[in-house]
């Protein structure tokens, strides 16, 4: 196994596998409804592929390899999306979206150079959302409204999970603790970024860790962030403390977008200033997409977390490396 399997002590799911399928659907339909609610979005759809060399898939932290395959009919490539945070952008300018108003999608991707453990999977699934704000709200005020208002989404759906499956026992705390990746170096510099997000969201049990993708004082990156859509001065990532691993769990990265200004700073501190050779990079530049605010939540990750789950697989069907489907049997943990 490429990255280490956690067993919780005398594990027992507290679902069984059917009150599990159920349960997935009632987390999937109560938490997008007060998603949308929450920040004001329409669902529309989205592309599970883009063509190769359009510069609108993501590019994650700019090593990950693409899943792509030719297509007989057009004569040239197509990858499959590693997220949806360009083309959400360009979606809002195409359909008219004005300041205020925003988009959320169901959003699948292969992620073919993920590792796997508890919490990730090659086959990701999340509610990619998108929305469009002003000059005067991108700011970090903004940003700490936004973030409040999904975990409270969060909070919601588990209250409703929790009154329809009274044994799942564990609570969600809705105040959120802002901190930004160099105050956790400050705090904690002998350990590592996983580290440092553990034991702050130990201690603070709900937690926005902000300015993720520049260097820190130590000249290391906190985790890494491609350059070319979040803001990394006004971005992070929210993570719940969760009691069955024993860990912190991260349910979303989001973030303000990238002005014309700080695109072209990121690009030229990642060595990636070719990309502006995009229609998406030309188009932020000059000023014809709107400023926006989103982020990716993962559909499995909450499901795990609400339903207390000791692994992704337990809520989600995809390939596990032969050793984990083993030692999960052995411990009681049903992969699908």
């Not at 510069?55 to 792509?68: F, M």
């Not at 959302?129 to 973030?147: D, M, S």
């Not at 590592?192 to 990156?221: C, D, N």
């Not at 070719?274 to 229609?279: G, K, V």
Request: charged share 30%.
């Amino acid at each position: 196994m490429s990255r280490s399997l956690y067993i919780p002590k005398d594990y027992k799911s507290s679902l069984t596998l059917r009150e599990t399928q159920h349960a997935i659907k009632y987390i999937k339909d109560v938490f997008q409804q007060a998603l949308s609610f929450a920040l004001t979005l329409d669902r529309v759809s989205a592309p599970l592929i883009v063509k190769k060399g359009s510069g609108i898939n993501d590019d994650l932290n700019g090593v990950e390899r693409k899943v792509d395959f030719d297509i007989k009919e057009i004569g040239s490539d197509a990858e499959v999306v590693q997220s949806l945070a360009k083309w959400k952008r360009m979606a809002l300018y195409r359909y008219g979206y004005s300041a205020g108003e925003g988009i959320y999608t169901d959003m699948n991707a292969i992620r073919r150079d993920d590792d796997t453990d508890n919490t990730h999977s090659v086959f990701v699934d999340q509610w990619d959302w998108e929305k469009v704000i002003t000059a005067e709200t991108r700011n970090i005020e903004f940003l700490k409204e936004t973030v409040k208002a999904v975990v409270k989404a969060v909070a919601y759906a588990k209250r409703k999970v929790s009154l329809r499956y009274p044994v799942l026992k564990e609570k969600i705390y809705e105040d959120v603790f802002f901190i930004t990746t160099q105050e956790l170096e400050d705090m904690y510099p002998d350990k590592t970024p996983k580290e440092r997000e553990r034991l702050i969201t130990k201690e603070h049990k709900t937690v926005f860790i902000m300015q993720i993708g520049g260097k820190l004082a130590s000249g290391e990156k906190h985790d890494g962030r491609a350059p070319d859509y979040d803001d990394w001065s006004l971005n992070g990532d929210i993570f719940f403390w969760d009691e069955t691993l024993d860990n912190a769990l991260e349910i979303s990265s989001m973030g303000i977008r990238v002005d014309a200004k700080s695109l072209a700073s990121q690009l030229k501190e990642c060595d990636a200033e070719d990309r502006m050779q995009y229609d998406y990079h030309k188009m932020i530049a000059n000023g014809t997409l709107p400023l926006t605010i989103g982020g990716g939540i993962g559909q499995s990750r909450l499901c795990m977390f609400l339903l207390e789950k000791a692994h992704i697989g337990e809520v989600q069907s995809s390939v596990w490396p032969e050793d984990m489907v083993q030692t999960c049997a052995e411990n009681g943990i049903t992969l699908l």
